[in-house]
């Protein structure tokens, strides 16, 4: 199963990522058994030799950056001036700036009405973790809750995503259809790649402005004012927010709602948070490149990339196409 540290953070540790790329060797005794100590705030190593061997009785070489830094103090200050300088945001970071419409609560309430809720995703949530019992019917009835989970009358058994921002204010709803059996997707054979939306809908029918400004943002994002000092973990689907955050009731989970969903503009609500980014299957490099992009404007108190799925994924779950999602529940089933 998946085990995120949730320690207190350090501004430095060793870098306990999986894979060889990630195992170095060891000065001491040559054996590539040493992991190195990396800054939390830069995601980037100190100096070759400082770090710890895995060999602990028959090397047991061990050199923190305290010591490091006693030896070389110049490179502390520098390390320190440039913390200084990453926590200023080259650009001014306002979550409550208003250049965007917003959907009337009531149809979050409507979607939510008449046990609408019980669509068919939130059917395989309660077959997959409801008997659980580590987890139980109040688990999924908590996140119906937390997360908005209403449906739809518009397309028959399909569930709404609201997306509910920073400031409680509803920008939009992704309306999908799930297998009730499988949890997977049912698209329609004539638009595959085709969402369908709250805010469509609405204009369609004269019950927005023609011109209605749409900005999305994070799903689950209102969750990030409601728990302000607990780590956030972004996942691309919402799907896998709302499983991980039954799974791990410490994280904030939120869904950027694709590959393309994550960037700049949606990240300003991520500022000085500690920060877990988790890409799907093939996607980690873009991601990396992303969040490093993005880390450049904004300050994250700490941020990382999760590669546990990119790392053990076999070759015939990555032809079938495997997500993290499924990786999680794989792990849980295995676990019962």
């Known amino acids: 199963m998946i085990i995120l540290n949730m320690e207190k953070e350090y501004r430095y540790s060793l870098d306990n990522r999986r894979g060889a790329s990630f195992i170095h060797i060891c000065p001491n005794c040559g054996k590539r058994e040493f992991k190195r100590y990396i800054d939390n705030t830069t995601m980037e190593y100190i100096a070759e030799d400082v770090g710890k061997c895995n060999r602990l009785i028959k090397c047991g070489f061990h050199k923190p950056p305290k010591i490091h830094f006693q030896e070389h103090p110049e490179e502390k200050t520098k390390r320190n001036e440039l913390y200084r300088k990453k926590r200023q945001p080259k650009s001014p970071i306002n979550i409550n700036e208003k250049d965007y419409d917003i959907i009337d609560e009531k149809y979050v309430k409507i979607s939510m009405w008449n046990k609408r809720y019980i669509n068919t995703f939130t059917i395989w949530l309660f077959k997959l973790i409801g008997n659980d019992p580590h987890y139980g019917i109040e688990a999924i009835k908590d996140v119906v809750q937390k997360y908005d989970l209403g449906g739809s009358h518009r397309i028959n058994g399909a569930v709404v995503f609201w997306q509910r921002d920073y400031n409680n204010q509803i920008r939009t709803g992704k309306i999908m259809l799930y297998n009730q059996q499988t949890g997977k997707r049912i698209k329609d054979e004539n638009r595959p790649n085709m969402i369908n939306w709250v805010h469509y809908y609405l204009k369609k029918e004269h019950r927005l402005k023609a011109d209605f400004k749409l900005k999305q943002c994070f799903y689950g994002e209102h969750l990030l004012k409601k728990y302000p000092n607990a780590i956030v973990a972004v ?35 991520l500022a000085h948070r500690h920060v877990i980014f988790f890409p799907d299957l093939g996607c980690y490099q873009q991601w990396k490149a992303k969040v490093e992009g993005i880390s450049k404007h904004i300050f994250f108190a700490s941020y990382s990339i999760n590669d546990v799925l990119e790392d053990n994924a076999t070759e015939e779950e990555r032809a079938g196409g495997l997500d993290l999602c499924d990786y999680i529940i794989k792990s849980l089933t295995n676990n019962n």
């Open 235 to 269: 996942f691309e689907s919402e799907k896998t927010a709302i499983v991980a955050s039954i799974i791990f009731p410490d994280l904030v989970c939120i869904a950027s709602g694709g590959l393309g969903g994550l960037n700049l503009q949606k990240c300003k609500v």
